[in-house]
């Protein structure tokens, strides 16, 4: 569990670790929601000021950072084996 001081190192690690949990999903719908989801997070809690509620939010993200692992690894098992409309037309966008 988090301790009562949470350093700003390990809040950005928490941060990057959910972003890089994010692009494991093969599902671009999921991929994006996840990203978005991380993203908003942080910012709502950017301003927290109180050690207590900064350490609160910090063990709630890691949490929540376990819960997308396993969603991961749950998904790619069951990953559609033909892409989406999104991921069709970006991909022949970079092309």
Do not use: C, H, W
């Amino acid at each position: 569990m988090a301790s009562t001081s949470v350093s700003r190192p390990q809040i950005l690690s928490l941060y990057r670790s959910l972003l890089r949990t994010a692009r494991q999903f093969t599902d671009y719908n999921i991929r994006q929601y996840s990203r978005r989801r991380a993203v908003d997070g942080f910012r709502q809690n950017g301003g927290l000021t109180d050690p207590s509620s900064i350490s609160a939010a910090f063990s709630d993200g890691e949490s929540q950072l376990r819960v997308a692992k396993r969603q991961a690894v749950v998904y790619s098992l069951y990953a559609p084996e033909i892409r989406s409309v999104m991921e069709t037309y970006l991909a022949g966008k970079r092309s």
